[in-house]
């Protein structure tokens, strides 16, 4: 079982490029997001959507879009990078419906450095 | 809003013996509360969750985790620790109000440090 992929693993951009993280999940799961980690900071929400079409913002979505054409993808784009976007992102899915009691399963994680 | 508190950046205990990772959260309604766990250059594993009930949860590899609701509390612990149960632990919380759109809020993370 794949799970949620995301890739690149690893990436490295300079001020003002753009670039995509991509996610994708096997699991039919409605609820997907992003999160980035940084140390001592925990987890931050940075987008969420919870069907096909349908995207909104978590806690920290300056600088990051999103958009949910399919049930399996959810990719995360930052369209000018900064380096106050290096962190270590990672791409969530979970089952949704009206018990709304799944627990997350995440990715490997994408390690982003802006120069 | 919601939020959840690790107050110990860091716990270490030696192996064999108990261990106890702490939890508190704040929400509107009640809580949805979840542990996960962390493992070097991983994404996080699911460890257990509270949702209703008993207020004493099992979950994988021998953890569990004690639900107050007049302490806002949800304390992770373990009878007998494990040098490979040495992690980054993190406490999550997700609100009822919303059941589609429950967004989870996850506390700071505590490293937990078992030595042999």
């Known amino acids: 079982n794949a799970g949620v992929t995301q890739t690149p693993k690893f990436q490295v951009l300079k001020t003002g490029q753009s670039m995509t993280l991509q996610c994708a999940q096997d699991?039919?799961?409605?609820?997907m997001s992003w999160y980035r980690q940084d140390p001592g900071m925990g987890l931050r929400l940075i987008h969420y959507?919870?069907?096909?079409?349908?995207?909104d913002q978590g806690e920290v979505p300056n600088g990051y879009n999103v958009s949910r054409s399919t049930t399996e993808d959810f990719p995360l784009r930052l369209l000018s990078a900064a380096p106050s976007q290096t962190s270590v992102y990672f791409c969530?899915?979970?089952?949704?419906?009206?018990?709304?009691?799944?627990?997350?399963?995440f990715g490997e994680g994408s390690r982003l450095t802006v120069l | 809003a919601q939020s959840v508190a690790q107050p110990e950046d860091q716990v270490n205990v030696a192996e064999g013996n108990p261990l106890t990772v702490k939890c508190t959260y704040s929400?509107?309604?009640?809580?949805?509360l979840f542990w996960y766990v962390q493992y070097p250059n991983r994404g996080l594993q699911f460890l257990l969750k509270?949702?209703?009930?008993?207020?004493l949860v099992k979950g994988s590899y021998g953890f569990e985790a004690e639900f107050n609701k007049s302490q806002t509390s949800f304390h992770l612990k373990k009878p007998s620790a494990l040098v490979s149960d040495s992690a980054l632990y993190f406490c999550?919380?997700?609100?009822?109000?919303?059941?589609?759109?429950?967004?989870?809020?996850f506390g700071d993370g505590t490293t937990l440090t078992v030595k042999p």
């Open positions: 999550a919380v997700r609100d009822t109000y919303n059941t589609n759109a429950g967004k989870s809020t």
């Open positions: 699991m039919n799961h409605e609820y």
């Open positions: 929400v509107s309604g009640n809580p949805y």
């Open positions: 959507s919870v069907g096909a079409g349908i995207t």
């Open positions: 509270y949702i209703t009930g008993d207020n």
């Open positions: 969530a899915s979970r089952r949704s419906g009206t018990s709304n009691t799944g627990e997350l399963f």
